[in-house]
């Protein structure tokens, strides 16, 4: 219920983004995050984007996520 | 079950209400009319008196090579008909003969059954039967007879297909799900989890694309280069499809009256598969695969499968992997990434309907 | 915060192995998000604690947390025929008095899983001839989307489209299981994303009561890390609110968001399945947004009923009761066969012990 994910912002139009987790693309309402901007990684839960993270802290919990199986590499 | 109570979803989602309904409606109500086997495909000597040669002693003994028919049989129901990587056409073709490779068996013919929806486009029906020619062509199979009904709007969504397979079984090949002996190892043939996030990702709802694509393929060349490899030494094929790894390893446990340890970082998954999942909330190890299979071989010769698996020609979707091993316990047991332990359970079957 | 792998999962644990030997009693840490009960089990975490930490679930599980009387009044909706009901699919197999909503769909009720509000929203755009009810549970990380799909239904004019609304605030929960006298937790886990949206700040009040409090993130690194600073702080004598996870959780929380809870909601009391009600923990809408009330558009009320037989979920929310001491665990009550929400719910206590843990000595 409280699954979230880090993804890049792609693009934006108005309301809503095109965040690419993975190679998967969301569309994201990111009305809770004003400031962000194209090429910013937010953090995705459910369609919504609820927090801007920098590329350091999106990569450490992506890193941390793929640990779990064997992963390629994206 | 009661007669009153109602059929639902999870009913055919591959875990245990799936089995529950088989085992307590289907098999209990045919009775001695039923060989009573639950391999996705039955292995028949039909030249001689009636007998299903399952059982391991019966190989290479005696000279009467006859040869034994594998025979299966399938429906495809996947909503939506189209999805990245395939359709339903060339699922039913790739289920059909991987259902058979999975008895060791050399895929020789298919009917197909078409059961289609009044009201759907010609040119639908055009392009999922180019499809499932396209993937009999690569398989090498060919469709031997089929039917065609078709009824009024609503009482079909779309296409559904049915199809059976007949394949020949060569001489001392005995691959079965009751196989697993302790101390066999555990291969998967690829990364987990494509088919259905392929699928789930187009249905309404979801608003999200993904450049995960089905890997449905057909099995039979792979397999084929397997057993001559590995020869006599092949215990158990299966393929994880509905209830993905997590129900193919339960069923092989349990069928064969064994326990398995496997590694979770040793199991490949593609890394969209393993995001999307998580976007999803879903158990990667409980996602259909359409062109994956788990094989379990005696002791010490998983280095030699991965070999024969990893040498027929790299293609994206090939990853093999040794991912555990056949214990003395009971059910599946996951060693995950941290050192710890945990059970992985049969699933429930609620996930992903529709999804094959 | 320093950086969090699997290597330092191991250390982690191998120090608070050493703090817990300093502490002379066994030490119970509770977390209070259904997100974290299933990393915890998923991660096997248990595995390498020692017994001396117990890491108990309290009620962090939305659907857990929801009364009978709720999933009644959906129930209700549901089978009038008259609705869509767009739930998450973890509601769809709890047991209400009568039904679930899996069974009330196979006798023909219009029942669509959907993975959130705004999806539900999408649903009431494209079928103008429905009439869509979400059922909107969840805590502070799910409520801001409900809160935006009544916006957007608002300016859109969108008649269709109404919300049964059961947000929980967590604040007034851990403030009541502290206070309640048959339990003694020594720490809180905290919910990452919930605290994403409230800020750390939110949690001061259960620190000064004398529970440490540290917000994890939901990687098993993460939550060992969490658990060791929290007997860091036990073996120091302090009680402070920490943030783990640092990596998504600002101090301040997300201030657009908690805004937009004040535009839509009015904090409201709350009646949670094992806790009774709890003043001000939850949401209920307020002003022009009242219109999309589901109870009030369609005349269904909330009437209390009993929880099943012999079911223990209530005092499993509580942490009062393991799941695997409840009586019917594993026999009458089981995944194929629940009893309660508790092992429905992917993220219920229940379900997470039988499908992870029980027997997992393998």
């Known amino acids: 219920m409280c699954l979230a994910v880090p993804g890049k912002i792609e693009s934006i139009d108005g309301d809503t983004g095109v965040v690419n987790i993975e190679g998967n693309r969301v569309h994201a309402m990111i009305s809770l995050v004003p400031e962000a901007r194209v090429g910013d990684w937010v953090l995705v839960h459910a369609g919504l984007a609820v927090t801007v993270m920098s590329e350091a802290d999106a990569a450490e919990t992506l890193n941390l996520m793929r640990e779990k199986y064997a992963v390629d590499e994206p | 079950m009661n007669d009153a109570d109602k059929i639902l979803l999870a009913h055919g989602g591959g875990g245990e209400l799936t089995a529950k309904l088989v085992s307590e409606v289907i098999f209990a109500g045919l009775g001695d009319a039923a060989l009573g086997s639950l391999d996705d495909a039955a292995v028949l000597d039909i030249c001689g008196p009636q007998a299903v040669k399952t059982s391991r002693s019966e190989a290479g003994r005696g000279a009467a090579a006859a040869p034994r028919l594998a025979f299966t049989t399938d429906s495809f129901v996947v909503k939506p008909l189209f999805f990245p990587g395939g359709d339903v056409g060339r699922l039913a073709v790739c289920g059909t003969v991987n259902d058979l490779s999975m ?254 | 915060m320093p950086s969090t792998s699997l290597e330092s999962l191991h250390a982690d644990v191998a120090a608070a192995r050493e703090l817990a030997a300093k502490i002379p009693r066994p030490v119970t840490l509770m977390e209070v998000c259904g997100t974290h009960t299933v990393a915890i089990c998923k991660s096997g975490l248990r595995d390498l604690l020692p017994k001396e930490i117990r890491l108990i679930s309290g009620p962090g599980c939305p659907v857990c947390v929801s009364t009978q009387g709720y999933i009644d009044a959906c129930m209700e909706l549901a089978a009038s025929g008259k609705v869509t009901l767009a739930t998450y699919g973890d509601m769809l197999r709890v047991p209400g008095t009568k039904l679930s909503l899996a069974e009330a769909r196979a006798r023909g009720a219009d029942v669509r899983v959907v993975y959130s509000a705004l999806d539900a929203l999408t649903l009431a755009r494209a079928h103008r001839d429905s009439a869509v009810v979400f059922v909107a549970v969840g805590f502070e990380t799910t409520a801001p989307a409900t809160a935006l799909a009544v916006k957007s239904a608002d300016a859109e004019g969108l008649r269709n489209f109404h919300v049964l609304v059961s947000h929980k605030r967590i604040i007034p929960a851990m403030a009541a299981l502290v206070a309640a006298p048959d339990l003694s937790i020594d720490g809180f886990i905290c919910p990452g994303h919930v605290s994403v949206i409230i800020g750390p700040e939110s949690y001061h009040a259960i620190a000064k009561a004398g529970r440490p409090c540290v917000i994890a993130g939901f990687e098993g690194a993460d939550v060992a890390r969490a658990v060791r600073m929290i007997l860091e702080q036990i073996t120091a004598g302090r009680s402070d609110v920490e943030n783990e996870y640092s990596r998504a959780v600002k101090p301040g929380g997300n201030p657009k968001a908690l805004k937009l809870f004040n535009d839509v909601f009015e904090v409201a009391d709350e ?92």
């Open chain 2, 103 to 356: 008895r060791g068996a050399r895929p020789l013919f298919l009917s197909l059954a078409f059961i289609i929806e009044e009201g759907l486009e010609i040119g639908v029906l055009r392009r999922v039967v180019a499809s499932a020619a396209a993937a009999a062509r690569e398989a090498g199979v060919k469709v031997a007879t089929g039917d065609t009904k078709v009824v009024e709007r609503g009482a079909a969504d779309g296409l559904f297909i049915n199809t059976a397979g007949v394949g020949s079984v060569p001489e001392g090949v005995e691959i079965s799900l009751s196989g697993a002996r302790p101390g066999d190892e555990i291969l998967v043939s690829g990364p987990v989890g494509n088919h259905a996030i392929a699928v789930l990702a187009q249905r309404e709802g979801l608003a999200f694309e993904t450049t995960v694509e089905s890997d449905v393929r057909p099995l039979n060349r792979q397999v084929e280069m397997l057993i001559a490899s590995v020869g006599v030494g092949v215990h158990v094929l299966n393929d994880p499809t509905r209830g993905g790894l997590a129900a193919c390893l339960n069923t092989i446990a349990a069928s064969g009256g064994v326990g398995i340890e496997v590694d979770e970082a040793s199991i490949p998954v593609d890394s969209s598969v393993a995001f999307a999942s998580e976007m999803l909330g879903l158990d990667v190890l409980e996602l259909a695969n359409e062109g994956k299979f788990v094989a379990v071989v005696a002791r010490g010769s998983a280095k030699k499968a991965l070999d024969a698996l990893q040498n027929q020609g790299q293609t994206p979707i090939s990853r093999p992997a040794i991912i555990g091993h056949v214990t003395n316990g009971r059910g599946v047991t996951l060693v995950t990434a941290s050192g710890g332990r945990r059970i992985l359970e049969m699933p429930y079957g609620e996930d992903a309907p529709r999804i094959c």
């Open chain 3, 271 to 362: 009646d949670w399945r094992g806790l009774g009600v709890i003043p001000a923990s939850g949401f209920a809408l307020k002003g022009k947004y009242r219109t999309f009330d589901a109870l009030t558009a369609y005349g269904v009320t909330i009437r209390p009923a009993p929880e099943p037989k012999g079911c223990l979920c209530g005092q499993v929310v509580r942490g009062a009761v393991d799941p695997e001491d409840c009586a019917l665990f594993g026999t009458g009550c089981t995944p194929a066969h629940p009893i309660g929400p508790c092992m429905v719910s992917r993220e219920g206590s229940c379900a997470a012990h039988y499908k992870y843990a029980r027997r997992a000595a393998g």
